[in-house]
């Protein structure tokens, strides 16, 4: 989507800003092998828009080997947390870009593999030195071709020698948690490569985007800067009337609404397809609709256009009450911050009402043409996150478990009794390859049953993990309504022989109130006793969300020690007789 603001209004915008004043703050690198004037100021501004404060470093001019080889570097002495490395084709093959056909297939192949060997070294000796992920974008293949049309014909040819570069160089970095490739060359396809590509502006100062185009080259790099805090969005709220189909129900009739069979009706289709997929890749839905609920839930039961089913919405509120309040329900029910909610709906005054009461929701401004509502939701930057696990595939199913356990434990009175029922199976994972994405996931996104509320990367927990002096590992909890997959996670400082310090322990909301943090802190205490530690120290660092969990440490036999807690495992831990501890 092109931006609606024009570069100078970035560059004007972000002299006024201050990234300190931000609670939440990040460290971006810019490096680029032609000019990006305009880019560090969009990113400020178009952060400072998401409440992030945004330091950021542009290296010279066609600087990055420098910058990268030299260890004393201002690029190192400023610590990104995320460094972009921004490559053009015409820089990278130099005269080859014009005259590729001047050597022979066997001579292009070997320039292609000394270009490539040289970026995955500087990018190898970066992640080396350094805590910060880097993006590398890719190379842009040119329509043009000396050959034209004959291009396809010629062995290793211009357009796929480029393409044998991209190919290369994201297989490489495939396994590479530290390193994410940007598919320029999609960016520019999106785009048009003569609107991307400004002649003039690259003549008058090698400037390969065109100026009016950095905002919006700009927006797809701030999903990176969304996903690195955590503050990628969980959950999607939708209307019905006239956002999942045309008319209104209550007034139309289910035969009356716009669904499929006609280009009004199909538009909505499509919006429905794209949702789904989202969904399917762990993005909850919840509907928020003024309406009947026997109609509504007719046309999501039945109607034989609908691609979205009951069982695809974690969470409905289909009644008269106003929006808002109906939001805040939502939030309560699911259990997660309003903070996490992105809500469309054609209606300009409900949105504009949602805006004004929480804005901390992300509401969407959606045109009267509905044809319209599936790029929309495309180009939203805020799902984005570095690594998707076998919880995020499973998201769904697990809230929808969420609820027949809420509506079980409505029938029992009394909580042991619910508790024992469950018959809960928990099982202790350490961290490895398999689970340190989700243990990072947790530990950035979880603020409520959370102790210390420390923010760990993928990078981070790796480290931990092959640190002696560190002990760690996450729970995955499993019930007879379903599996809810790896919900709590702790690391140990055991630097201290006879002293460990619980640096973090967090549980995700889904498993709060089913004293699942008793199960983990008898493993942990056993282990304590086999090597012999005397003291385990903890505390609490209170935030505005984790009050939940105030009262762990006391509640799991933690003593008060002047600004900490301390609890002796010699005197062991007894673990719930509901519960079947596992050890993997």
């Known amino acids: 989507m092109i931006s609606k603001e024009k570069l100078s209004y970035y560059i004007n915008k972000s002299k006024s800003l201050k990234p300190s004043d931000f609670d939440k703050t990040t460290r971006v690198a810019l490096l680029s092998s032609f000019t990006i004037n305009g880019f560090e100021e969009t990113l400020r501004v178009k952060s400072y828009e998401e409440n ?31 460094t972009f490395l921004i490559l053009d084709t015409r820089t990278i093959l130099g005269d080859l870009f014009y005259s590729p056909y001047s050597i022979s297939s066997d001579e292009r192949k070997k320039i292609i593999d000394q270009k490539f060997l040289e970026i995955t070294n500087l990018v190898d000796k970066f992640v080396s030195k350094s805590k910060s992920k880097i993006i590398v974008t890719n190379l842009h293949i040119p329509t043009y071709s000396p050959y034209g049309l004959y291009e396809t014909k010629i062995e290793y040819g211009f357009h ?28 520019i396809s999106k785009y048009g490569e003569n609107d991307i590509f400004n002649i003039k502006q690259f003549l008058f100062g090698d400037i390969k985007i065109a100026l009016d185009f950095i905002p919006s080259l700009v927006d797809e790099f701030l ?38 069979s006609n280009p009004q009706g199909n538009a909505y289709v499509e919006f429905q397809k794209f949702l789904l997929a989202l969904n399917q890749r762990g993005i909850l839905l919840a509907i928020n609709s003024k309406n009947n609920l026997e109609d509504a839930l007719q046309v999501i039961d039945e109607h034989p256009d609908m691609v979205l089913r009951r069982d695809n919405f974690a969470c409905m509120k289909i009644n008269w009450n106003d929006k808002v309040s109906n939001m805040k329900e939502i939030s309560k029910e699911l259990n997660f911050g ?50 998707f696990t076998e919880e995020d595939s499973k998201r769904n199913q697990m809230y929808l478990d969420q609820q027949k356990r809420k509506e079980f434990e409505e029938t029992i009175t009394n909580l042991d009794d619910f508790l024992k029922q469950l018959n809960l199976k928990v099982s202790i994972k350490p961290a490895d390859k398999f689970t ?6 947790l530990t950035m996104k979880t603020n409520q049953f959370n102790l210390t509320t420390k923010r760990y990367k993928e990078e981070d927990i790796q480290k931990f ?6 002990f760690i590992g996450c729970a995955q909890v499993v019930d007879k309504f379903g599996d809810n997959g790896i919900t709590s996670v702790y690391i140990i400082n055991k630097e201290n022989k006879k002293e460990w310090y619980l640096d973090t322990f967090l549980l995700s909301c889904r498993v709060m109130g089913r004293e699942i943090e008793k199960a983990i802190f008898s493993y942990i205490i056993s282990k304590a006793n086999e090597e012999g530690v005397e003291k385990i120290r903890a505390n609490y ?11 762990l440490l006391s509640n799991c036999g933690f003593e008060h020690d002047h600004d900490s807690w301390i609890i002796t495992p010699k005197h062991g ?8 501890l596992i050890e993997e």
Do not use: H
Request: aromatic share 14%.
């Open 52 to 82: 992030i404060g945004c330091f950021t470093y542009v290296a010279g001019y066609n600087q990055y080997p420098q910058e990268i080889l030299n260890k004393d570097s201002e690029l190192y002495n400023f610590k990104p947390d995320i």
């Open 436 to 441: 340190i994405p989700r243990i990072s996931q």
């Open 223 to 260: 999903g990176y800067v969304i996903a690195s805090l955590g503050l990628s969005k969980r959950c999607i709220v939708l209307d019905l009337d006239n956002t999942l189909w045309g008319g209104v129900i209550g007034e139309d009739g289910f035969n009356g609404i716009q669904l499929g």
């Open 573 to 580: 831990f007894k673990l719930p007789n509901y519960i079947v």
């Open 160 to 187: 796929f020698m480029i393409n044998d570069f991209n190919t290369k160089l994201n297989k490489n970095f495939m396994e590479n948690n530290s390193v994410y490739i940007f598919d320029f060359n999609q960016f």
């Open 465 to 470: 993990s092959e640190d002696p002096n560190y």
């Open 338 to 387: 309003l903070d996490n909610f992105v809500f469309f709906d054609d209606d300009p005054v409900n949105r504009e009402l949602m805006k004004s009461n929480l804005p901390q929701v992300y509401t969407i401004d959606l045109p009267k043409d509905p044809s319209q509502y599936s790029t929309i939701l495309q180009n939203i930057k805020q799902f984005n996150i570095f690594q």
């Open 541 to 551: 660092i209170p935030t505005q969300k984790n009050k939940p969990i105030e009262n």
